[in-house]
């Protein structure tokens, strides 16, 4: 199969006829073989219903449905492993993504041999304070922390190698930063076009002012898990030495003061009347801590591979 289009959706029962017959337009155009799948997102309207009848009219459209609202990260991961396309291809579902863009991100795919190609909205649609320049910001820090030069990270038209989207898992929020974990996941081929973007048609946007918080917190996140999962021990343990060393240091300065000054026999306090005894045994508590939790870290690492295991309430296949 040489195409498979994911798309998560929630409360999109007005666009969906209109995408899936425009996808399927496209394909047939460019004599593509394809695959769409939807993954209903827990939709509380009359999506679920619209994509069985479309799946009556067009077999190549298969879906999944969530039994609640787990959010885009975990569709697009449950969308990743039914996928068996050659090359995957990702877009929303309210309209904004064009799919004229396939033929040309697969061409990108399979004949510029890129891992990965991420679409770049140059021309937005969305307000200008609410979504523009958050997320300008949010695509300057990613570049400059990950070295990825793409300038826009969270543009939900993307096109994948196959072996990208089987080697990555992709939960919480992280589907912001997925060329970060395709890139640390040693695919570092990753490229962008410039995508035509369109204005909302149906409905009104799904994410509200929560993602101004979660946005760097989830760069942090994904950061942090794409250089330490496989090895916490490298950061808790690191960072557990050295804490609990600047505490042992302290401590045993506190203790060779006092028995100076009792050698000398000069009077001199307590140790416990010193405030840096409390600080060095507070440091070095911290410290065995952090280690604790490197070593613990170390067990369960990479154990919950099977977090998305039982969102699925309904599928079509």
């Given amino acids: 199969m040489d195409i498979s289009v994911v798309v998560p959706l929630f409360n999109e029962e007005e666009s969906l006829p209109e995408l899936t017959s425009w996808i399927a337009r496209v394909m047939d155009a460019n004599g593509f073989s394809y695959e769409i799948i939807l993954i209903d997102d827990g939709s509380n309207d009359r999506s679920w219903e619209v994509v069985e009848k479309l799946h009556l009219q067009n077999p190549d459209i298969k879906a999944i449905k969530f039994r609640r609202n787990y959010g885009k990260s ?20 309210d309209l904004q993504d064009n799919p004229e863009e396939i033929p040309e991100l697969y061409q990108l795919i399979t004949e510029q041999q890129f891992d990965l190609v991420s679409g770049w909205k140059k021309k937005r649609y969305d307000p200008l304070l609410s979504k523009n320049i958050p997320s300008k910001f949010f695509n300057w820090i990613a570049r400059r ?9 969270n543009c939900g038209l993307k096109a994948y190698r196959r072996q990208v989207v089987k080697s990555i898992e992709v939960y919480g929020e992280m589907h912001r930063y997925i060329p970060i974990l395709a890139k640390w996941a040693g695919f570092r081929k990753i490229g962008e076009k410039v ?53 042992l240091i302290a401590a045993a300065s506190v203790g060779i003061h006092k028995l100076i000054a009792l050698a000398n026999q000069v009077p001199a306090p307590k140790v416990t009347e010193s405030p840096y005894f409390y ?14 939790a490197g070593f613990i870290g170390e067990l369960v690492s990479r154990n919950a591979s099977e977090r998305n295991k039982y969102l699925i309430e309904k599928k079509i296949s």
């Fill in 279 to 292: 600080l060095a045994l507070t440091a070095m508590i911290i410290g065995s801590q952090l280690f604790l």
């Fill in 195 to 247: 995508v035509q973007h369109q204005e909302r048609k149906y409905g009104v946007t799904k994410f509200g002012f929560e993602r101004f918080l979660r946005g760097p917190l989830d760069l942090l996140s994904v950061i942090f898990i794409a250089k330490f999962s496989k090895r916490p021990m490298h950061f808790f343990g690191l960072m557990g030495s050295l804490v609990f060393l600047a505490g």
């Fill in 145 to 153: 922390s990950s070295g990825i030069k793409i300038h826009d990270f």
């Fill in 74 to 93: 975990a569709a697009l991961q449950v969308g990743f492993t039914e996928a068996q396309g050659n090359v995957v291809i990702t877009m929303d579902a």
